[in-house]
């Protein structure tokens, strides 16, 4: 049983396009996140949703929506996506401390 | 504002020797301090973690070194190994926030 799981693994989409990534924890935790990381590797928090309740919302354009229908669930809808966007976007999830990674959305915007 | 620095970027061992990858914060207010592993194509994955109120915690061969006055701590693996070759990344959260700020990222390979 996967603990954090995301699909799709791999996105490639043309500048423009609205794509959607999802994301299903069965670990029962409370917290909900949407980290992105960069070509550089860098891991940079975008959103966190506690109990369904958005609690975090960093520097992202409003192009990025991030919906939870439940605690178990967070997911991420990008419009008008650009060449900028391309990156590994992952999910994660907390019961207070240490988090949960999800194995990472590869996003591809050509 | 980069609240997490890490050093080195990238760090290449041979086998048996030992890892350092170390961490620096100005933030006092954070209290929690994991270290995170991640290999090719998976998501991060939390390896060790320590609270100020310690000065170092071992897990078999990984060890954190804590220095609260020098807001400073570190990551040492011994009897490194191939497969430890991975990107280290550190981190920090402050009390009442389950947000992890997290450090650039460390490669480390490790010759065998």
């Known amino acids: 049983d996967t603990a954090v799981s995301q699909t799709p693994k791999y996105l490639v989409t043309q500048m423009g396009n609205d794509k959607s990534i999802k994301c299903e924890q069965n670990?029962?935790?409370?917290?909900m996140y949407w980290y992105k990381q960069d070509s550089k590797k860098f891991l940079k928090i975008m959103f966190s949703y506690n109990n369904k309740e958005l609690i975090i919302n960093e520097t992202v354009p409003n192009r990025f929506s991030p919906k939870s229908p439940d605690k178990a669930h967070l997911n991420l809808h990008i419009n008008s996506l650009e060449l900028g966007d391309s990156a590994v976007y992952f999910c994660?999830?907390?019961?207070?401390?240490?988090?949960?990674f999800g194995s990472g959305t590869r996003l591809t915007v050509v | 504002q980069q609240q997490v620095k890490q050093s080195p970027q990238s760090l290449i061992v041979q086998k048996g020797g030992i890892s350092i990858i170390n961490c620096a914060y100005e933030?006092?207010?954070?209290?929690?301090f994991p270290w995170y592993q991640q290999f090719p194509g998976k998501g991060p994955a939390l390896l060790i973690a320590i609270r100020p109120d310690v000065s170092e915690k071992k897990e078999g061969r990984f060890t954190i070194s804590f220095n609260k006055s020098a807001k400073q701590f570190s990551l040492h693996i011994m009897d490194s190994q191939p497969g430890d070759s991975a990107t280290y990344f550190c981190a920090a959260s402050q009390r009442g926030s389950e947000k992890l700020v997290f450090g650039k990222g460390t490669k480390l390979t490790v010759n065998p």
């Open positions: 994660a999830s907390s019961l207070l401390y240490g988090y949960t």
């Open positions: 670990l029962g935790h409370d917290t």
């Open positions: 933030n006092t207010a954070f209290d929690y």
